[in-house]
């Protein structure tokens, strides 16, 4: 039997509340499953430095990994060094002594690079000699990949453009699930759109959604709109952004997990509003799969990256950044909601499952045509 190696150098999140939480966890089980229907052996190594070193030092002396077909690795928005703890690691030299024992014994190594937002400042919080020495220690680590791995996996083929490490660069964005969507009707002629996301940062661009929303519901209600938040970060609005929900008519729930998707069934179709920027342009919401996943149509802005995944197959409408070309998205939406979904249904799952971003890893770190 063919075994691969699932090597995450950190702790899996047992209560994941985001989406680079998630990921992680959806990778781990979709190469389980392709696994178990391959007879391919998925071996994992995770958790602390410590953790880590001792799994590694069992499965050699048991010569499980003598014969790795390929390895996939993630890191994360830290360094891989300081994920431990305090970011303080007990045995600093693991993943070096994990990937040379790969590099030795030829088995090809791909990482899913998750970001670059230590190269912007304008994202990056750290200021003065603790931000020198971070992005130092971020710049040792592409070199390290790059030493180490065959193939760079990225959240789209933009961010490439941002990532210092010369090895082959391969789009591998956030997978969606089958979930054999029963819609609720309503029969009152509104179409229903939600937003589920971040409020307190104007870069979600909210706000913008509901000046479009205004100019679409101007003559006649097109639209009622839901928002999906954080109850604390609705808390903590200024009481004339909070108002503007209400005169708006605009419904504000606090939800997650299953009775978010129960209200997911009730809605006609869905907003990511970002403003544009460069590093919007080559990230992808995990929300973008999760609204897909439950078969809602997509207005987002045209940022690069977001933006190639759904006018590629017809999943929604792109508009630009700006109330009135966003209204006019709403107004078309409305009443072509049906032809997306239906674009969703035929190709979402097959294209971009988790299951299918296993087999783009296979390909790539195996060299078969992609």
Known sequence: MKSVLVYYPFALSENPNSGSKLRPLEMKNAFHAWGMENDVNIIMISGTTEQREQQFNDLVSSGKLEKLWFCYM??????LWLTDPGHKPKRPFIDRKVLRYLKEKSVPVGVFYRDVYWKFDELYSLKG???TIMQAIYRKEEKFYEKY?????????????????AKRKIALPPG????????????????????VGGINNEDYGLF???????????????????????????ANLPDVKKNRFAELGVQVKHLS???????????????????????NDFSVPVKLVEYLSNELPVIATFCEAQKEIIEKDGYGLICADNAEDMSKAI??????TEKF?????????????????VKKVKSALLKEEL
């Not at 791995?149 to 490490?165: H, K, N, Q, R, T």
């Open 74 to 79: 993630e890191n994360q928005t830290i360094p």
């Open 341 to 357: 979904r239906h674009n969703i249904q035929q190709s979402f799952v097959e294209k971009h499952s988790w299951k299918a971003r």
């Open 176 to 195: 969606g699930k089958a979930k054999g969507i029963s819609k609720k009707g309503r029969d009152d002629g509104r179409s229903r759109g939600i937003y």
């Open 257 to 279: 997990g299953e009775p978010l998707n129960e209200l997911y069934k009730e809605m006609d179709y869905a907003f990511i509003p970002r403003y544009r920027s460069t590093y």
């Open 208 to 234: 913008l959604l509901l000046d479009a929303l205004e100019l679409a519901n101007s003559q006649k209600i097109i639209c009622d709109l839901t928002v999906v938040c954080r109850e604390e970060e609705f």
């Open 149 to 165: 791995c065959d193939v760079i996996f990225l959240p789209s083929d933009a961010m490439g453009e941002y990532v210092d490490i």
């Open 129 to 131: 000699l603790k931000k």
């Open 331 to 336: 107004l078309s939406m409305a009443v072509n």
